[in-house]
């Protein structure tokens, strides 16, 4: 948890607050956070194949414990992607539902850029590689600069081999240090040289969590990028998402 509200307590009406409700399934992990004016609480559980029967407990137990309802909310951000292709379906499918029926906006949030946002505010890191395992031998694969309170992409986000990950800028990549995040840097070993040469801080074990996208959504919505519910979808990277089952899990 980080900013946590404190059970019970009843935030008090005090003119307009952004209050937006996140939701991530896009790996084992599961998680809901809700934002409101600047104050992140979460609800977060590795769980895998779960996700179905917690996703909206949390929800449930996120705005009974903050006195709300849905359609108090501003808007609901969710993890788009890259990710688990059933993972992403999931979180779509509830977001797109919940929206629905509060009649409120969608902001779609990435993975990848989440996992940097993460590390940018508990680290003040500001050069970030994002990378998660997208199996098949391949890599999601983000490069994110801070600015000011949001990291942004330096790069359209990719899915490609370990070995054909790729910097936007090679004079960038020597001009400050660092960090690999996500458990895709567990494959660093194939990277190119040039990358292991100066990424030299990991952290493979963090997942994309919801409370890091709530952050970013409210910058969105604060932003006027709310989207109609039909107009949200989730963010696959590969062109062919029906693969066989059969021979990779999801």
């Avoid at 008090?12 to 409101?36: H, N, Q, R, V």
């Amino acid at each position: 948890m980080k900013g946590r509200v404190p059970t019970g307590h009843v935030l008090e009406d005090k003119g307009p607050m952004t209050k937006i409700l996140t939701l991530d399934t896009s790996s084992e992990a599961c998680s809901a956070a809700l934002y409101i004016d600047g104050q992140v609480q979460e609800c977060f559980e590795v769980v895998p194949r779960q996700h179905t029967q917690k996703l909206l407990p949390m929800v449930n137990s996120l705005l009974a414990e903050a006195g709300l309802e849905l359609s108090q909310l501003d808007g609901i951000g969710f993890g788009a992607g890259p990710g688990s292709f059933t993972g992403l379906r999931i979180t779509t499918g509830v977001a797109q539902g919940l929206a629905f029926g509060a009649d409120l906006p969608l902001l779609p949030i990435s993975t990848l850029a989440a996992l940097a946002q993460e590390v940018r505010e508990e680290q003040n890191a500001s050069h970030i590689f994002a990378a998660l395992d997208a199996r098949m031998g391949e890599l999601y694969w983000g490069v994110y600069l801070a600015k000011e309170n949001r990291v942004v992409a330096l790069a359209p986000e990719q899915v490609c081999p370990p070995d054909k990950v790729m910097v936007p800028d090679q004079e960038l990549l020597h001009s400050a240090p660092w960090i690999g995040v996500g458990p895709g840097w567990n494959y660093r070993d194939q990277m190119p040289l040039s990358l292991k040469q100066v990424v030299t801080q990991f952290d493979v074990d963090r997942q994309p969590r919801a409370a890091a996208m709530a952050t970013l959504a409210a910058m969105d919505f604060e932003a006027g990028k709310g989207l109609a519910v039909e107009a949200a979808m989730p963010v696959y990277l590969r062109d062919n998402v029906a693969w066989k089952k059969s021979n990779h899990r999801d």
